[in-house]
């Protein structure tokens, strides 16, 4: 895992966050999803650095990469 994205369990119920802060990684995906682009992440949020934001788009990817996924019957 990169250094910049942490999980403990007594900050935001261990969800993934960027390390030093309790901004956590889904809710770098909610503003970048919203429309938001990386730079005006980094305006909102001067504390992270572009970084950060980098480092959350690659642990999302790789939970993503690593998920498996069972097909289920279609229901007509």
Known sequence: MDERIIIDPKILSG??????TRISVEFVLEL?????????VLKEYPHLKKKDILAALKYATSV????????????A
Do not use: F
């Not at 998920?67 to 019957?73: D, K, L, M, Q, R």
């Open 15 to 20: 969800k993934p966050i960027i390390n030093g």
């Open 32 to 40: 970048l999803a919203s429309g938001m682009n990386i730079e005006d």
């Open 64 to 75: 993503l990469r690593h998920e498996e996924v069972y097909p289920t019957a279609q229901i």
